[in-house]
Structures are given as C-alpha cells and as structure tokens.
C-alpha cells in the first residue's frame, strides 16, 4: 500500500521548457514534504520542501506547490537545464514520526538540449 | 558539510554468505536509517536508529540486521544473502531542522550483487 505515489515514471522535456513532476499521497497526517534528486551512483540529495501550512514554496528555478485538498503536489522546474536531468524522488513525514520519511518511487527527468 | 559515506560503492557476494555494509556520518546526527532502492519501487526503509544501541524496523526488515554500537556508525547485516537482496542500499543520517522537522542526508550508495 503505496502512502505516497508518483505515477509517471519518466518525464521528457526540452531545455528551456517547464518541467513539471507530481506526486500524490493518500495519508492526511503528512504534514512536511520534500523532494529529493539522484543522479546515477550517488545518493539523493535535499532539493526543496513544503510545510502543509503553505502551498508554495520557491527557491530560485524550484517552486513546489501544495494542494491539501486533491492531496497532490508537484514541482516546477523553470527554465528547465540537461543538467537537471535525474530521478526526482517526493517523500512525506508526519509530526508524530517527523524523522521517518515515506518515500515515493520516483520520476525520472530527461532535459533534452 | 554533512559528510555520509558507505564502506563500499559496488559489492558482489554469493548466495549464503553474510554481507555487512557499513555507514558513518560525520555530523553527530541523531537518527540513521537503511534503504534499498530498487526500480520502480523507490527508497523503501530497512532499519533506521534513533540512538546507540537502538534500532526499529522499517517496511522491509526481512532478512537484515544492524548494528549501532557508536552514534556515528551503523551497519546492515545480510544473515544470508540471497539473490532477491541484490539492490542498492542506501544509508542516511538525519537532523531536526526549526519547527520539528527533519531533513535526511544520503551517502552515495552500495550497488550490492548476490550471485
């Protein structure tokens, strides 16, 4: 039973363009999210994060946007770079567990040049 | 910088044998925890710890040990591997940032192949 859920397992985009990955979740006791982004042979790492107060969050070419109700949040990537190209992975938690995190299967983005 | 590393970044053990991979943070973090990432699945949990000498199961415990004698380390133990283990295991440590929550840091990861 999947508690977060990211249905597109790949994503391809043209440089310059937005890229947009989503994520779904079925637990209303989320209340933190994150993304993170892997390339190949290396660990993922922390891209950006949403608290379930606000429903947007944005660090330069990075926005996330959360929609409580649908329980559906996605990331923009704008203007998209080939050097974004890698596997997005959106992750929850909850308060009374907030150091485990739920971890959705992933998308993997392609920027084509 | 949190610095996360993993003995070994590729590993390739026979059916039976036991396996051990270890971890170490740098950054006095409390929580660590144990993943496998396997295609289309995702980061599923193994083990995580809270503290030395304490360790809960994650989704997947089946088949896997750890080990947490010191705060910075922690190791997975495959009793007996078998060939559906092959993965790759992720270690993570973990710190509390303002508001309570947490933010994991990854180490780059062990491709392990049981043959």
């Known amino acids: 039973d999947q508690q977060v859920k990211q249905n597109s397992p790949s994503l391809s985009v043209q440089e310059g363009r937005i890229s947009i990955l989503n994520c779904d979740y079925t637990?209303?006791?989320?209340?933190?999210f994150l993304w993170y982004k892997k390339y190949p042979a290396e660990g993922p790492t922390f891209l950006i994060s949403?608290?379930?107060?606000?429903d947007k969050n944005e660090d330069g070419r990075f926005t996330v946007f959360l929609n409580k109700s649908a329980k559906h949040l996605s990331l923009h990537i704008v203007p998209s770079q080939p050097g974004d190209s890698a596997v997005y992975f959106c992750?929850?938690?909850?308060?009374?567990?907030?150091?485990?995190?739920?971890f959705g299967s992933g998308t993997r983005l392609l920027v084509r040049p | 910088d949190v610095k996360v590393t993993q003995s070994s970044r590729y590993l390739v053990k026979r059916t039976g044998e036991k396996v051990f991979l270890e971890c170490v943070q740098d950054?006095?973090?409390?929580?660590m925890f144990w993943y496998r990432q396997d295609p289309g699945l995702g980061l599923r949990l193994i083990y995580f710890?809270?503290?030395?000498?304490?360790?809960e199961k994650g989704d997947i415990p089946e088949g896997y040990s750890v080990s947490r004698e010191k705060k910075e380390r922690f190791s997975l133990i495959l009793e007996s591997a078998s060939t559906n283990q092959t993965s790759m295991y992720l270690c993570?440590?973990?710190?509390?940032?303002?508001?309570?929550?947490?933010?994991?840091?990854f180490g780059p990861g062990t491709r392990l192949t049981v043959t």
């Open positions: 950054m006095d973090h409390e929580n």
């Open positions: 949403i608290s379930s107060i606000k």
């Open positions: 993570a440590s973990s710190f509390q940032l303002a508001g309570g929550v947490y933010e994991q840091y």
């Open positions: 992750a929850a938690s909850w308060m009374d567990s907030s150091y485990k995190l739920i």
């Open positions: 637990n209303s006791m989320f209340d933190y």
């Open positions: 710890s809270y503290d030395v000498k304490m360790k």
